[in-house]
């Protein structure tokens, strides 16, 4: 069966494979913890104004699952290597792997958000 109109050979296959096999562990080691540190030390420094505590359990928990889907979605999928399924795939587990830093990063925001009043003064 030819699927593409450019043939690939096994060592092309498996020189790709490698590739997008790094860069999601690149992803997954590097790019997950930076966004989650990122939004933990945004919650920490109180920003954005009008988040909560409980916006954040929300967003974990609704990033969190649709992660969860997604990565699941991609593993299941069981592309060929020469279709554009295959393209498919790499999106819905790159796009897996942001929501759960994003996930991530919202629960670190759970126990970090510092309220601040509203108001500058307190009256007297």
């Given at each position: 069966?030819?699927?593409?109109?450019?043939?690939?050979?096994?060592?092309?296959?498996?020189?790709?494979?490698?590739?997008?096999?790094?860069l999601l562990l690149l992803m997954f080691?590097?790019?997950?913890?930076?966004?989650?540190?990122?939004?933990?030390?945004?919650?920490?420094?109180?920003?954005?104004?009008?988040?909560?505590?409980?916006?954040?359990?929300?967003?974990?928990?609704?990033?969190?699952?649709?992660?969860?889907?997604?990565?699941?979605?991609?593993?299941r999928m069981q592309a060929d290597i020469?279709?554009?399924?295959?393209?498919?795939?790499?999106?819905?587990?790159?796009?897996?792997?942001?929501?759960?830093?994003?996930?991530?990063?919202?629960?670190?925001?759970?126990?970090?958000?510092?309220?601040?009043?509203?108001?500058?003064?307190?009256?007297?």
């Amino acid at each position: 069966m030819n699927y593409a109109a450019v043939s690939m050979n096994s060592e092309t296959a498996i020189r790709v494979a490698r590739i997008v096999d790094g860069l999601l562990l690149l992803m997954f080691f590097v790019g997950v913890p930076a966004i989650a540190a990122g939004i933990g030390y945004a919650a920490f420094k109180g920003r954005p104004k009008s988040f909560g505590r409980e916006n954040y359990v929300l967003a974990s928990v609704a990033r969190g699952l649709a992660g969860g889907v997604l990565l699941v979605y991609a593993q299941r999928m069981q592309a060929d290597i020469r279709t554009w399924l295959y393209l498919w795939q790499i999106v819905c587990g790159i796009i897996g792997l942001l929501f759960f830093g994003i996930a991530g990063g919202c629960g670190i925001g759970i126990f970090t958000c510092r309220f601040r009043p509203l108001a500058g003064k307190p009256p007297e």
